[in-house]
């Protein structure tokens, strides 16, 4: 069955970064488009940043310039590097990929801003 597993979120100071990693199982992940979605606390769910399977990359106005999507195809695992992080990037952020018509999530990870 499909699996998304994000790690690497946590407490993170204004200006810091942060790496986000998505291990995907049960499908072939080179073929699909994933995603990150975010939600922040009182706010709706928010697409962060695509990536295609060739490699095309989109970014919410939000995040552009800050943070950047890629994946490593061999070892099956998304990324999403955070800099320059602020505190409206507080939020859970979420994997996800659609394989046949059905959208599929992550547990999600907590990504805190404060000082």
């Known amino acids: 069955q499909v699996q998304l597993v994000e790690s690497g979120g946590g407490l993170v100071q204004p200006g810091g970064s942060l790496r986000l990693s998505c291990v995907a199982s049960?499908?072939?992940?080179?073929?699909?488009?994933m995603n990150w979605y975010r939600r922040g606390p009182g706010k709706q769910r928010e697409l962060v940043a695509s990536i295609t399977s060739g490699g095309s990359t989109n970014y919410g106005d939000s995040v552009k310039g800050r943070f950047t999507i890629s994946r490593d195809n061999a070892k099956n695992t998304l990324y999403l590097r955070m800099n320059s992080l602020k505190p409206e990037d507080t939020a859970v952020y979420y994997c996800?990929?659609?394989?046949?018509?059905?959208?599929?999530w992550g547990q999600g990870s907590q990504v805190t801003v404060s000082s």
């Open positions: 049960g499908f072939v992940f080179g073929s699909r488009t």
């Open positions: 996800n990929t659609v394989v046949v018509f059905k959208d599929y």
